[in-house]
């Protein structure tokens, strides 16, 4: 206790750091000020980070830091979910606070009120809130969020679950939810198959997962399919045709262009350096130029990233003023931006989102009519320009992998080379830990490859190793998704050149859809 008092900052000294890193709003407010004061006579401001179940799992309690004012028992408040902005309210309820309690290990004691600085639980407040949320006082008007948390792992595992008697499916759906809240990386949605699949970051905390929802939060039997991954689907070279699409009544037309985005630009929208959102057009031109080499007119017209705002595909406009009215295709521009989001988000290989692709918009012929030229016609066209596109641009799909660290004594290192080089792992660290009779070997072992894999290692080396597995990159799979010259045979591992064939066509019939990619003209 000593050391974390002569070391960890006070909630006092700290919040102004806290504030300027995690809060959204305004740095000039009243409200901002009141926070970074850490003032328990200003307006209420509190951030819950964490859902925690109930004994039964029937309810939770938020967890909660109080950065101004004061929380007490009966009192009313706004609870500000994730999706909340000051222009769209609709991810906004008011809730009434139950009990109020301070966490002290497997104890929770009962308080009437709390004061800035505290952590505490809530209880009662749960049912607005889907991951973390901002708690404000009704009187506050102008209160932003805090950002949602960024996490250093993702979920690439997923699970296709069903309950074993079909009547029970409500009570499924309600537990999933409840996992949902639970566990922060987890996810969990419907596919277009009608499967419910549960994503989490690797097999212990699905299993983990699996635990919770058959015991805590339901009591139902549920079957479970075999674990599969997330992929992703890329370029590796730009489009060997302009892509042209047409709208449904003949009257517009949009010409695209695929090309791979830079590996740079990928690794800095991936760590958030930069994106449409948290930077002004100004911000976002200087950084191009400054650390890319864009020129300004290609910075100004840097329409979107997709799928979401913070994902590493690119739409950029390159068309020419001298060709297409401006005027008309800036009146279309949210029409484009969508087709393109829905478009990078279920790409044409095997309905995987894409990742480091950049889209040209070369051209833009539109009705002069604006009936004529509404969402309902430019975004399908947008889409269908998309995929064929991405399609004639040397298409490739990428798989997650993990990075694992295993603790082996010297005399079982040898032991675990062919135990790697099965699954398409490679060792790239192998030295010994100082003052210890154990190696610390680092390898890369593809995340589909990496079912059984603990249990493979320990039955090798007698139970002597420990490893842990964390997502580390993506990868690309050997091989062309549409050579149809590759012939998959069932039952027998397909050679190292016919596996993105393979991955792409098992995933397409997993998802119910045709074993063969159309090109949409």
């Not at 809530?122 to 996490?151: M, N, Q, R």
């Not at 042209?244 to 929208?269: C, F, G, R, Y």
């Amino acid at each position: 206790v000593q050391m974390i008092t002569d070391h960890i900052a006070s909630p006092v000294q700290r919040a102004a750091t806290i504030i300027n890193h995690f809060y959204t709003g305004p740095m000039s407010s009243a409200v901002t000020k009141d926070m970074k004061l850490c003032s328990k006579d200003g307006s209420l401001m509190a951030h819950v980070t964490k859902l925690y179940s109930t004994p039964d799992g029937q309810d939770f309690y938020a967890l909660c830091r109080i950065f101004s004012g004061e929380i007490s028992k009966g009192q009313r408040l706004k609870v500000l979910g994730e999706a909340f902005t000051l222009d769209d309210d609709e991810d906004m309820g008011v809730a009434e606070v139950g009990n109020i309690y301070i966490p002290m290990g497997r104890f929770y004691h009962e308080v009437s009120k709390a004061i800035a600085g505290n952590l505490v639980l809530i209880a009662g407040i749960d049912h607005l809130i889907k991951k973390t949320a901002t708690l404000c006082g009704t009187e506050v008007e102008e209160a932003s969020i805090f950002a949602p948390i960024i996490y250093n792992n993702k979920s690439i595992m997923k699970l296709a679950i069903e309950p074993l008697k079909p009547a029970e499916l409500p009570k499924m759906i309600e537990g999933l939810r409840k996992v949902n809240k639970s566990y922060g990386l987890s996810m969990t949605k419907v596919e277009e198959s009608g499967e419910h699949i549960i994503l989490g970051t690797g097999e212990l905390y699905l299993d983990c997962i699996m635990a919770d929802l058959r015991t805590l939060y339901t009591d139902i039997e549920v079957k479970v399919s075999d674990p599969v991954v997330v992929f992703n689907e890329t370029v590796s070279e730009s489009s060997i045709v302009n892509c042209v699409a047409e709208t449904t009544n003949k009257k517009n037309s949009l010409t695209v262009i695929a090309e791979p985005l830079e590996p740079e630009v990928l690794q800095d929208i991936d760590n958030r350096y930069i994106n449409l959102v948290d930077f002004n057009k100004q911000e976002v031109t200087k950084f191009f130029k400054d650390q890319h080499g864009y020129d300004t007119l290609t910075c100004h017209n840097i329409w979107a990233f997709g799928p979401s705002d913070y994902d590493a595909n690119m739409l950029i406009n390159n068309t020419l003023p001298s060709t297409v009215n401006q005027k008309m295709l800036f009146n279309v521009k949210d029409s484009v931006v969508q087709g393109f989001k829905w478009g990078v988000r279920e790409g044409p290989l095997c309905d995987e989102p894409m990742r480091g692709v950049k889209f040209r918009l070369l051209d833009a012929q539109l009705a002069s009519e604006g009936i004529h030229r509404g969402g309902g016609q430019v975004i399908p066209a947008m889409r269908r320009t998309v995929y064929s596109s991405f399609l004639l641009a040397g298409p490739r799909i990428l798989e997650p992998v993990y990075l694992t660290e295993i603790q082996a004594p010297a005399d079982c290192v040898q032991a675990i080379y062919p135990v790697l080089s099965r699954r398409r792992g490679h060792i790239v660290g192998d030295v010994p830990k100082p003052g210890t009779p154990f190696y610390t070997i680092k390898a890369y072992i593809p995340a589909i490859d990496s079912f059984g894999f603990e249990t493979d290692l320990r039955s090798f080396t007698l139970g002597q190793v420990f490893c842990q597995q964390v997502f580390d990159h993506w990868q690309v799979v050997p091989g062309d998704p549409l050579d149809k010259n590759v012939i998959l045979h069932p039952l027998e591992p397909s050679p190292p050149l016919a596996l993105a064939r393979d991955f792409m066509v098992k995933t397409r019939r997993r998802k119910g859809l045709s074993e063969v990619s159309i090109i949409f003209l």
